[in-house]
Each structure stands twice: as C-alpha cells, then as structure tokens.
C-alpha cells in the first residue's frame, strides 16, 4: 500500500496545518503509519506513528514535537490525519507519511512541504 500526505503550505510562526494521508487503492485501512520530515540538508526524522492494536489506535510523537503535534485517524480508520499548532520555523520541511513497513524498507513516495516563516 502506496501512501500519500497531503495539506502542507506556507504558515506563520505559532500556526497550525492539519496534515492528511491517504491511500490511491480503496483497501486501506490502518495497521501501522508513520509520519516524517525531512528538512533542507538534513536526514529524514521520525515525527508520529500511529498503530491499530486491536481497535486501539496507539500513537507516539517525537520529542520535538510533543503537546504540539497530534496523530490521528479517522473512524473509517482509512485516513491519517498530523495536526501541527504553535508551529516553529524549525518545523519547515517536507513531511511523508508512509506504512510503518515501507518506511522501514525506506521506499518513500512524494511528501507535502511545510514552511514556518514570517
């Protein structure tokens, strides 16, 4: 399963963007997804993951961006959400959502770019 994020722009220093991801296939359903950045001249970090267990939608967050940024899905458990508030010029970065399988296979699709600026 192929995953795609989607609703970056361009947002001033303390905004907020709610970040998508969804599938191309209309099979999906939640297992274990993944959310990255990649910021200019540096490596891909890890940002959220979200994993079903059981119904339980477990998530976990960076420690750069926890109490800011929250995980989410929806009840159809087809869509991930990434909300970002009190965004920082240091989020500015091109974000992927990815399985958690593919992106430990690292096999990444086209992300959406965030830019915090002023």
């Known amino acids: 399963v192929q995953l795609q994020a989607s609703g970056g722009g361009l947002v001033q220093p303390g905004g907020s963007l709610r970040l998508s991801c969804t599938s191309s296939g209309s099979d999906f359903r939640l297992d274990a997804v993944v959310w990255y950045r990649q910021a200019p001249g540096k490596r891909r970090e890890f940002v959220a993951g979200i994993t079903d267990l059981g119904g339980l939608a477990v998530t976990r967050h960076a420690d750069s961006v926890k109490g800011r940024f929250t995980v989410s899905t929806n009840d159809d458990k087809n869509t991930v959400y990434l909300q970002m508030n009190s965004l920082k010029l240091e989020d500015t970065a091109v974000y992927y959502c990815?399985?958690?399988?593919?992106?430990?296979?690292?096999?990444w699709g086209q992300g959406t770019q965030v830019t915090v600026s002023s």
């Open positions: 990815n399985t958690a399988m593919r992106a430990r296979d690292n096999k």
